[in-house]
Structures are given as structure tokens and as C-alpha cells.
Nanobody
């Protein structure tokens, strides 16, 4: 059983930056692919970014590519999402997630989820 605890997020003006963190415990973090998803009010949860267990492979949703960076530190059991040049349309609750095996851009295969953290970008 993997337990994910998120931190970071908050309110920022458009063009600003935020970093989300997701700390894992209770499992072999280095064996899990990690993903970030987000859900805006009235919308379905959508993929944002994912990283392989080794960190050697990453995937991004088109609208965040070049602005967001996913990374991980296996020694600290933590995955990060650095978000730059934020836009109002990035406003959502962000979730980190873990799955065994290869990374996925789909939410369903992820077995463990963080508690979610609000990111609000003002115009």
C-alpha cells in the first residue's frame, strides 16, 4: 500500500510559477510510475504529466508541454510538478498518482492517489 501526500499549490497570478510535491510512503517508490492529473470544476479529471519509475521517460499533455516539468527523486520518495507561465485555464485541483509498471496518460490504471491540492491562477 502506497500513501501519497501532496504539498504546494495555492493562488498565483497569471504568468507566475508554482511547484507541487508528492511524497510517497509505504511502498517501493522507485518501482512506481507517477502521474499528475487535474480536475477543474464541472470537468472530468484530465492527464497533465507522467514519469517512468527511472525518470528516464516523461509524457505531457499538449497544453502544458514546455511550461510544466515533472521530475522525481527516488532517494526522497518524492515526485514534483514545476509549473511555469501559469494561465487561468490551469486552475484546478491537482492530484498525484502512482502505478506499477510503465507510465500511463490514462487515470484508470493508477492504483494510488494523493489527496489533491488546489491551484488557482488569477488573470
Amino acid at each position: 500500500q502506497v500513501h501519497l501526500v501532496q504539498s504546494g499549490g495555492g493562488l498565483v497570478q497569471a504568468g507566475g510559477s508554482l511547484r507541487l510535491s508528492c511524497a510517497a510512503s509505504g511502498g517501493s517508490f522507485s518501482l512506481y510510475a507517477m502521474g499528475w492529473f487535474r480536475q477543474a470544476p464541472g470537468k472530468e479529471r484530465e492527464f497533465v504529466a507522467a514519469i517512468s519509475w527511472s525518470g528516464g521517460d516523461t509524457q505531457y499533455e499538449d497544453s502544458v508541454r514546455g511550461r510544466f516539468t515533472i521530475s522525481r527523486t527516488n532517494g526522497q520518495n518524492t515526485v514534483y510538478l514545476q509549473m511555469n507561465t501559469l494561465k487561468p485555464e490551469d486552475t484546478a485541483v491537482y492530484y498525484c498518482a502512482a502505478k506499477g509498471g510503465i507510465l500511463s496518460t490514462v487515470a484508470a490504471p493508477y492504483q494510488y492517489w494523493g489527496q489533491g491540492t488546489q491551484v488557482t491562477v488569477s488573470s
